[in-house]
């Protein structure tokens, strides 16, 4: 499996960037992607997770009502919409993947950075 991470850049406060994971390597029925974020010093945390099959959607307090996840199951691609953005979204920004199943996540991306500044 290979995630493939993208669409990061820099961003005055409150503008917008959207952020793609193109995955590949197998075929996606009972897996969950979600997006982390690992901020300098800070530990790395989940940001929104989706499921493939529901679509079923998760999201950090501190992101509600500003990102959106999403999936294109023909494109096998995840998106993350990051609106409103704040400086303190600042972050490498990793899509990730996992079984339903699994209570851990198994295949990362490479990481892509996302810079707000105020």
């Known amino acids: 499996v290979q995630l493939q991470a993208s669409g990061g850049g820099s961003v005055q406060a409150g503008g917008s960037l959207r952020l793609s994971c193109e995955a590949s390597g197998r075929t996606f029925t009972n897996w969950q992607m979600a997006w982390f974020r690992q901020a300098p010093g800070k530990d790395r945390d989940l940001v929104a997770s989706?499921?493939?099959?529901?679509?079923?959607?998760y999201y950090a307090d501190s992101v509600k009502g500003r990102f959106t996840i999403s999936r294109d199951k023909a494109k096998v691609m995840v998106y993350l919409e990051m609106n409103s953005l704040k400086p303190e979204d600042t972050a490498v920004y990793y899509c990730a993947l996992r079984s339903t199943a699994a209570t851990t996540y198994s295949y990362w991306g490479q990481g892509t950075l996302v810079t707000v500044s105020s």
């Open positions: 989706i499921t493939w099959n529901l679509g079923t959607t």
